[in-house]
């Protein structure tokens, strides 16, 4: 029932993320139609219509095309592919990056790691400290060269969400400091190409939060100081607006600022955005589960942002879905990679949706003056190099199976329809065009992803198509395209019931511990020189201040691992509190919420204090004590913790021996094996070993 009682209309069989309402019943003529705008049911399609479109360069031609891209990071969406074994984790970034064999992506737009949540995790700054810069942190590194060495004209863009928070001075804000941001984000793109050989192409501004015109000027004129002048400013990755308006009436900023880019623009722009005159992204868009109707969110948006919205770019988020499921906005990548022990990877529609633009388009085409828009519903877009070459993609999705996560979308109608495009200027002497098709299987749950068709003929400069529902179409002078493959990785399996990590690597080739992911805070692979015992490689907890946020992260900083549907669990792990006085540590076990959520997590933790105390929570933040009592633990000594969930009970040892039992759970709930911090300190930890029945 809606708010006014009213029951909604929905759009019948729709699949998981995909079950908004076909129309609500405010305007009660669209709910006599019932559901007209969806898919008919079989056999009751309704006779082509007949429709002619030009397309036609004499006159000049459009925007040009800046690329189709996505985003790793906002945050540690990329977090699980590190630690694939091969061939498997090369195949997975050739889908991604390869040209003519994927997605064939053209832009690479990486998260600038600031220590906080920015929504599945944390990404690890270059500078967690004022004083020591460190460019091998983290995996956006290593990411951005595995592009380039499959695509070496893709570019690259970086953007932060999060800062650390010496940049702040005691607030939560990069602004009053406006040369310490700056600053801070120049040695980035420095340390790219003096660490890495990597040149970044394009710079943001702070994603979806305020931006500040002085920061802005101040940060091109920094660039400039260091001989940047090549690198563009992209703002303000938000809304369309106060930017926009702010450029119209600040001629300054307008100067400063290269391209608009806005999130989630629902394939429309605003006049002002128009009027700079400058180039329009929707630079970051989709965000949705990457299913069927997911495909059809990204070809309606991948078209319909330069149909409707004059976007010459669009930016998925997320490029490949390696996170736990259950973190917030699960698979919603172009592909799904989150299963690293087993090897097991899917190449999802959005890729082969992606490629209907990507392998026959590049950055540097212009698009046509075109309207865009198909008479009985659906769009098209047509774009050359001017050099003779054309390409033309056809997308048809319906309402029902193209809705993106956000925004809502109004309802519109698609039918099945005969269209007939009419080839001038210098495209009069095309005389045949290779076609790829892709058909969105909702009713036979057998869709049909990027094939080859025969080439269509074109005759006196005219050919045509009958269009059904659901489908996107690309017809092309270009010979290239490939719908590349791979063999059939491994099968899906759970995360091993049986997990040991003593942390035992001298040179690790990333600074993180394989599959733990951090939801506050940074843990890294730590060398303690100052132990002559068994604890030289640890894992550590090494932010200690809290960052200048961007979603509300914990007090405390924990980092998650395992299988989300673990109920009856052991771990056991050693723990080392630095901090004297008020340190703590933790450990825990059916840990229910992380990522933007994580300030509310649920689950059984149990801490052990310097002071020499220990509880037991039902809680992150310490709220919900279950039991407490003395410990005898103390700082700067190795201990051993084990915690034992079984059924509705709970007991916990300290160095083998039993500390506190008995303690009853309310419910008897799952979740992840957990490891954490009582606050933003040095803390570490080894041996870790989880055991699942």
Same mark, same amino acid.
């Given at each position: 029932?809606?708010?006014? @009682? ?12 995909? @079950? ?23 056999? #009751?399609? #309704? ?11 004499? /006159? ?11 985003? +790793?990071?906002?945050?540690?969406? +990329? ?36 220590? %906080? ?52 001075? %005691? ?23 003096? =660490? ?14 305020? &931006? ?32 926009? $308006? ?38 970051? *868009? ?9 495909? /059809? ?23 490949? #879905?390696?996170? =736990? !499921?259950?973190?917030?906005? @699960? ?43 198909? !008479? ?44 007939? $495009? ?18 969105? @299987? ?6 049909? &992803? ?33 719908? %590349? ?24 080739? $990333? ?5 733990? #992911? ?12 100052? *132990?002559?015992?068994?604890?030289? $490689? ?64 649920? %689950? ?27 410990? /005898? ?23 083998? =021996?039993?500390?506190? !039992? ?16 009582? +606050?933003? !300190? ?12």
């Amino acid at each position: 029932m809606d708010a006014a @009682g009213g029951r909604r209309l929905r759009c019948p069989g729709s699949p998981r993320r995909a @079950g908004a309402p076909c129309g609500r019943a405010l305007l009660w003529g669209w709910a006599l139609l019932g559901c007209a705008w969806c898919p008919r049911p079989p056999g #009751a399609a #309704a006779a082509p219509f007949l429709v002619g479109y030009a397309l036609d360069d004499s /006159g000049g031609l459009g925007r040009e095309f800046d690329g189709i891209g996505a985003v +790793s990071g906002g945050g540690a969406t +990329s977090r699980l592919l590190v630690n694939y074994p091969e061939p498997y984790r090369s195949q997975i970034l050739d889908y991604l990056f390869m040209p003519n064999f994927g997605a064939s992506l053209h832009i690479l737009k990486v998260e600038i790691g600031g220590d %906080g949540q920015s929504t599945d995790g944390t990404e690890p700054s270059h500078m967690h400290y004022e004083n020591y810069e460190n460019y091998f942190r983290g995996y956006e590194w290593w990411l951005m060269k595995e592009a380039k060495k499959r695509n070496p004209n893709i570019k690259l863009i970086g953007l932060p969400w999060t800062f650390p928070g010496w940049i702040g001075r %005691g607030q939560n804000w990069p602004y009053n400091h406006p040369d310490v941001t700056a600053y801070y984000v120049v040695s980035w793109i420095l340390g790219a190409k003096q =660490y890495h050989n990597l040149d970044i192409d394009y710079i943001g501004i702070w994603n979806e939060r305020s &931006f500040s015109s002085r920061y802005i000027k101040l940060l091109r004129y920094t660039l400039d100081k260091q001989g940047l002048q090549r690198v563009r400013i992209i703002a303000s990755d938000n809304m369309w607006e106060p930017i926009s $308006f702010f450029m119209m009436v600040d001629s300054e900023l307008h100067k400063v600022v290269d391209i608009i880019g806005a999130h989630y623009p629902g394939t429309k722009t605003v006049p002002n955005a128009l009027a700079t005159q400058k180039k329009l992204w929707a630079s970051e *868009d989709y965000s949705t589960f990457n299913d069927e109707a997911g495909s /059809g969110c990204w070809a309606r948006i991948l078209n319909q942002n330069y149909v409707n919205g004059n976007m010459t770019s669009t930016i998925a988020w997320n490029l490949v #879905a390696s996170y =736990y !499921e259950d973190l917030p906005f @699960g698979r919603d990548g172009l592909m799904t990679a989150q299963e690293p022990w087993s090897g097991y990877y899917a190449v999802e529609g959005p890729i082969w949706v992606t490629a209907h633009t990507t392998q026959f388009t590049y950055p540097g085409w212009h698009y046509l003056q075109v309207d865009g828009h198909l !008479e009985h519903g659906g769009s098209y877009v047509a774009l050359t190099d001017g050099l003779g070459n054309l390409t033309i993609i056809i997308e048809t999705m319906t309402y029902c199976h193209s809705q993106c996560i956000r925004p809502p979308l109004l309802p519109f109608i698609v039918s099945p329809q005969k269209a007939t $495009f009419y080839l001038k200027g210098s495209f009069h002497k095309v005389k045949i065009l290779k076609m790829w098709y892709t058909k969105l @299987g909702f009713k036979s749950a057998n869709s049909t &992803f990027f094939h080859p068709l025969p080439p269509v003929k074109v005759h006196e400069g005219m050919f045509s198509l009958n269009l059904d529902v659901d489908e996107v179409y690309t017809l092309t002078t270009l010979t290239t395209g490939q719908k %590349g493959t791979y063999p059939d990785p491994p099968q899906s399996k759970p995360f091993p019931s049986n997990y040991k990590d003593d942390f035992k690597i001298r040179n690790p080739p $990333f600074s993180e511990a394989p599959h733990f #992911a951090d939801q506050t805070g940074v843990f890294e692979y730590f060398v303690n020189t100052s *132990d002559p015992g068994d604890h030289i $490689f640890t894992l550590r907890q090494v932010v200690i201040q809290r960052p200048i946020t961007w979603a509300s992260d914990a007090d405390q900083a924990i980092s998650i691992i395992g299988d989300f549907k673990w109920v009856n669990v052991t771990i056991t792990c050693d723990v080392y509190i630095e901090r004297l006085g008020n340190g703590g540590v933790f450990i825990a076990g059916r840990v229910k919420n992380g990522g933007i959520y994580v300030r509310s997590s649920k %689950g059984l933790f149990f801490w052990v204090f310097a002071d020499g105390t220990y509880r037991v929570t039902g809680d992150l933040s310490g709220k919900e004590v279950l039991m407490k009592g003395m410990s /005898g633990v103390r700082a700067r000594v190795w201990h051993t913790l084990t915690l034992n969930l079984k059924g509705s009970s709970a007991s916990g040892s300290l160095n083998g =021996y039993p500390l506190w !039992e008995n303690v009853t759970l309310s419910e008897t709930s799952h979740g992840w094996a957990a490891i954490g911090t009582r +606050s933003f !300190e040095f803390a570490q930890f080894d041996n870790f070993h989880v055991e699942a029945s």
